[in-house]
């Protein structure tokens, strides 16, 4: 409907935090939650990126959205990893 994708993001609060950790292999931790203040529902988000020596570097992400039970939506846990080479 595209209604409801037109007011996806409309009043939401989204609180998180990026954690850039000063070493070798510039790791970063990113988390935080999106909550839409007119139905409640939470889309949680988790993603941990380091350096694996000097030219690989991998990526861990995670996504939970806790739908309510009027919502469109249905309940997601998403899990990715990435693994990159630099030449």
């Known amino acids: ?3 409801n994708l037109a007011i996806l993001y409309n009043d939401d609060l989204n609180i998180g935090f990026r954690l850039n ?3 070798q292999a510039s790791s970063e931790l990113l988390a935080g939650v999106d909550i839409d203040r007119d139905n409640q529902e939470k889309i949680y988000f988790l993603s941990v990126n380091t350096r694996i020596l000097e030219q ?3 990526k861990l992400s995670y996504q939970h ?3 309510t039970q009027s919502s469109v939506f249905k309940k997601l846990d998403l899990f990715s990893i990435e ?3 630099y030449f």
């Open 83 to 85: 693994f990159n080479y």
């Open 21 to 23: 950790i000063n070493d």
């Open 1 to 3: 409907n595209k209604q």
């Open 65 to 67: 959205l806790s739908p």
């Open 56 to 58: 690989y570097k991998l």
